[in-house]
Each structure stands twice: as C-alpha cells, then as structure tokens.
C-alpha cells in the first residue's frame, strides 16, 4: 500500500507528515493529518501534532503567509488525554542569522520542543502537501445500513 509522505530532515532533527486516520471506540473513524517532529539523536525524541484537515489547511496558510511577509506564526491545539489537557503550539517562521533567511517548523509541548530548519522550497512544499491533506484527509467513515449493505434514505 502506498501512503503519501513527505519528510523534512534538518542537521539534528525531521518533520515527516502523512495521512493520518483517528479512531475512538464507538464513533466513526475520522482523516486527520500527522506531522511528527522527531530528532535524529540517539534519544530519539518525538512528538506528534495530529491536525483535522481544516487545521491542515490553516497550517499552509500561515505558512504561505510567512514565506510572503515574514516573521512568525503559531497555531495552538489542545486536547484531552488521561492526564488532562495537553496543549500543543505549532510555529512556523522565517528567520535571519548570520546575513541568511531560512525557515522552520517548530513544536512545542511543554517543556519539550523541536525545531526543523527548512529551505524555501521544502517550507513551500509542506504548505502545498497540507493543503492537498486538507481536502483528502476530510472524511468520516460511514457504516452501511440495511440489508444489501446500502445507506437507506
């Protein structure tokens, strides 16, 4: 089975973003998106921002608007899990060191985060895989109802 990806991999660290499917007992199963910020060190740190598709979308957006005008962007999630609520912030920016711009995908999760140096063209790139993940990745499983297995009416 083939399953789209695109990879992103700085001097000590990588951003991988896929397809991503939500299951929750009881409810249908849902598209979302993963971006997994990992780093390539022996610990092998990883965390995971899972974005429903209208995120995705909002993801290249700011993107696209900061590969334009500049300067910095976060977009902030927050969920349930069995130790309350976990936020996550997700920033992309464009910067200047040493007389050189460049561009990154940043997570952060409370103490940890990750930073992923990107060139132009893989920061424009991730905005246009996002983007085709945004509409793609917009789906709910629907069960069949009826005895031929079709949605009755």
């Known amino acids: 089975m083939k399953v789209p ?5 700085a001097k000590n660290a990588g951003v991988e973003i896929t397809p991503y499917e939500k299951r929750a007992e009881g409810k ?7 971006l997994r910020f990992f780093k390539l060190e022996s610990s092998g740190q990883q965390l995971r921002f899972v974005a429903e ?5 909002e993801i290249a957006r700011l ?3 900061v590969f334009t005008e500049g300067g910095k962007e976060t977009l902030t999630h927050k969920f349930d899990s069995g130790e ?7 920033t992309v920016e464009k910067y200047e060191r040493n007389n050189r711009a460049g561009y990154a995908l940043n997570i952060q999760r409370g103490n ?11 920061f424009l790139y991730a905005a246009e895989f996002l983007r085709h993940l945004s509409l793609t990745e917009s789906w709910v499983e629907q069960k069949a109802h009826g005895k031929e297995g079709k ?3």
């Open 63 to 65: 993107i696209s608007k």
């Open 53 to 57: 598709p209208c995120e995705g979308f």
């Open 5 to 9: 990806q695109f990879t992103i991999y």
């Open 112 to 122: 940890d985060g990750i930073n992923v140096a990107a060139t132009a063209g893989h």
């Open 28 to 34: 249908p199963s849902e598209g979302r998106i993963s």
């Open 151 to 153: 949605a009755s009416t």
């Open 84 to 90: 309350g609520e976990v936020v996550s912030k997700l």
